[in-house]
């Protein structure tokens, strides 16, 4: 699984996408170090605030199967420039990824740019700041 289909990856899973509210679709996929590709869809309610993110699927889904080991992960939206994660997503990237995993946003128009975990939210509150 290279960077190339992981991006393709997130472009389908973002179909899956529940928005009739905002109608604003995104896509992630998020690679496991075993190879496996976990993929996430936002999905809101009419309760608004309820709404999970895609990458949040993505990754919600991987640790409930037990994995927690991750290799990268892709994002895409229909976003002028490369789609951002919101605060609560990087929040929970940094809880499961190690700071120097690359992320890859990007958009349909095919912008991709790739940064890490730590530039996302760089001095994030992790598991360690509890030891
Ligand atoms: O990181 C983000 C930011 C927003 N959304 C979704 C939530 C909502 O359904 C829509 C508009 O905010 O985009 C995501 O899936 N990921
Ligand atoms: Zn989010």
Do not use: H, W
């Given at each position: 699984?290279?960077?190339e289909?992981?991006?393709a990856?997130?472009?389908?899973?973002?179909?899956?996408?529940?928005?009739?509210y905002?109608?604003?679709?995104?896509?992630?996929?998020?690679l496991?170090?075993?190879?496996?590709?976990?993929?996430?869809?936002?999905?809101?309610?009419?309760?608004?605030?309820?709404?999970?993110?895609?990458?949040?699927?993505?990754?919600?889904?991987?640790?409930?199967?037990?994995?927690?080991?991750?290799?990268?992960?892709?994002?895409?939206?229909?976003?002028?420039?490369?789609?951002?994660?919101?605060?609560?997503?990087?929040?929970?990237?940094?809880?499961?990824?190690?700071?120097?995993?690359?992320?890859?946003?990007?958009?349909?128009?095919?912008?991709?740019?790739?940064?890490?975990?730590?530039?996302?939210?760089?001095?994030?509150?992790?598991?360690?700041?509890?030891?």
């Amino acid at each position: 699984m290279n960077k190339e289909q992981l991006l393709a990856q997130s472009k389908v899973a973002r179909e899956n996408a529940y928005v009739p509210y905002s109608k604003f679709k995104v896509g992630a996929a998020l690679l496991a170090k075993d190879g496996t590709v976990y993929d996430g869809c936002n999905i809101e309610n009419a309760s608004y605030g309820l709404t999970n993110c895609a990458e949040r699927t993505a990754i919600f889904k991987a640790v409930s199967q037990n994995v927690r080991e991750f290799a990268a992960i892709a994002i895409v939206a229909d976003t002028e420039g490369p789609c951002a994660p919101c605060g609560a997503c990087r929040q929970v990237i940094a809880e499961f990824c190690a700071p120097t995993m690359p992320v890859y946003l990007t958009n349909l128009k095919g912008d991709v740019v790739e940064t890490t975990v730590e530039q996302l939210l760089p001095g994030a509150f992790t598991p360690e700041d509890l030891l």
